[in-house]
């Protein structure tokens, strides 16, 4: 199977080509972003890494709503959950069944709890957007809320920087190895100190 352009970072995704990359998937997908943005939700297109590629993700200022992985098929949603809208989940009577059981059987990994929701039917997409509306519920507590302002003139795409060079990050730089011949001394030795060369006459 060829490789998707979406995991190419130099691949610059737009509606157009979205439509061609997705073909039968693409329908689901404008229907989701649809949803989201009667939620004042807009599609940030965002570097996910090589191996989920391109994918819109959904922001309230710095914080991450909800995302839609598009390499895969079925489409992918994807919420983030931390401790505190976690907090809010577990006593949230506002979600779906199902979503509560997406929720429930989702680990913990690190200090999030991603949970991946498929987008093949109309009522995978429930689920989906049952979490997505109960972690707005749970920001709103916070304090964080949607603008109710006019939505981006486009899909904005983040810039993934500049490319990293090979390694790993953080990685400490790689010790030379010693050269096989030593250098020639130019000078006296270190051992012969001001001291030892008036001792030796040569002062």
Known sequence: MAKSPLKDKDFIPDDESLKKILGSRFPRYQECLEELKKRNLYPEMYWYGPSSGWAPRFCIGEVTVCGIYLAQNPLMGLVGVGDKVGAYLDRDQGLSQRA????????????????????????????????????????A???????????PPRMRRKDPGPKKE??????????????KDKPIQVGPSAKLTPAVLVAAGRG
């Open 166 to 179: 090979p390694g790993k990050p953080g990685r400490k730089p790689t010790k030379l190895p010693k050269p």
């Open 100 to 139: 509560r059981a997406l929720y429930e059987m989702t680990p913990k990994k690190g200090p999030l709890r991603w949970i991946e929701a498929q987008l093949a039917t109309r009522s995978d997409l429930e689920a989906f957007l049952s979490l997505v509306d109960g972690k707005l519920r749970a920001l």
């Open 141 to 151: 507590e916070e304090g964080v809320r949607p603008s109710d302002g006019p939505p």
